[in-house]
């Protein structure tokens, strides 16, 4: 049985300013829970309504009601595991590689399905602007699946960010040259993808070195794509060289 602190505590980690008080999470779903135990990211506890889970895997669970995992759960249909874990220490971004800067991405969903492509295109680190939605978000934990366990992602000051670096900035811009010609021959940059509403921000943009667009085929009254949907485009090219 859970207690009723505990479920109130839990419940409480569905907010950032809990989560970033307490240095913990909450991931629903067996995927991601392994992936999360199998990228040594440390539980702080696991609870579970199935025999089965519990005895068959190498972490250690709890054994819970239906009721209680309802109590606990933000999903409208919880899943059969519920874990809370403590969130990893971003690392240092690496270099030697291709980056993805967000400047200011506010949906859940998007940042989610973005770290999912970092990971399917082998972007090993993401920036996040300071006002990017929090990755430890439930909606965009449950977007990424599990690849949360596998992209460093780190927060901070995106313009500092920039003008630090000796790599080139590519920026995602309606007014950029063509995607479909740019060739891309560095083994490493940073791709800045901006907020859904008002695109890369006036003092990023300063900041950009190389600005690129994903040409209109179809009919002019489609204003934009979305910014995961953009990002999924321009890394295919980017890794197509």
């Not at 307490?22 to 199935?50: C, D, Q, R």
């Not at 809370?84 to 240092?92: D, M, N, R, S």
């Not at 980056?99 to 399917?120: E, K, S």
């Not at 890369?200 to 949907?229: H, M, Y």
Request: one cysteine or more.
């Amino acid at each position: 049985m859970v207690s009723k602190s505990q479920i109130k505590f839990i419940k409480n980690l569905q907010q950032k300013k809990y989560r970033a008080e307490h240095k913990l999470f909450v991931v629903e779903g067996i995927k991601t829970v392994k992936e999360l135990v199998n990228a040594n990211v440390k539980p702080y506890a696991i609870y579970t309504t199935s025999k089965t889970i519990l005895e068959n895997n190498t972490f250690k669970s709890e054994l819970i009601s239906e009721a209680d995992l309802k109590k606990i759960s933000a999903l409208k249909t919880p899943n059969n595991i519920l874990a809370v874990f403590y969130k990893p220490l971003a690392k240092k971004v690496k270099t030697n590689n291709w980056i993805v800067a967000l400047d200011d991405v506010r949906d859940p969903g998007n940042l989610g399905t973005i770290i999912r492509l970092c990971d399917w295109f082998g972007i090993t680190d993401l920036f996040c602007s300071g006002q990017t939605v929090d990755c430890y978000n439930p909606k965009t934990i449950q977007a990424t699946m599990g690849s949360l366990a596998r992209v460093n992602i780190v927060y901070g000051d995106l313009e500092t960010f920039l003008k630090l670096t000796k790599m080139p900035v590519y920026g995602a811009f309606m007014d950029g040259k063509n995607v479909y010609k740019e060739n891309f021959v560095e083994e490493n940059g940073i791709l800045v993808m901006g907020n859904e509403a008002n695109g890369v921000s006036k003092t990023v943009e300063k900041l950009i070195t190389k600005k690129i667009s994903i040409p209109q085929f179809g009919n002019k009254t489609t204003e934009s794509l979305n910014v995961a949907t953009a990002t999924a485009i321009l890394l295919n090219e980017i890794r197509r060289g």
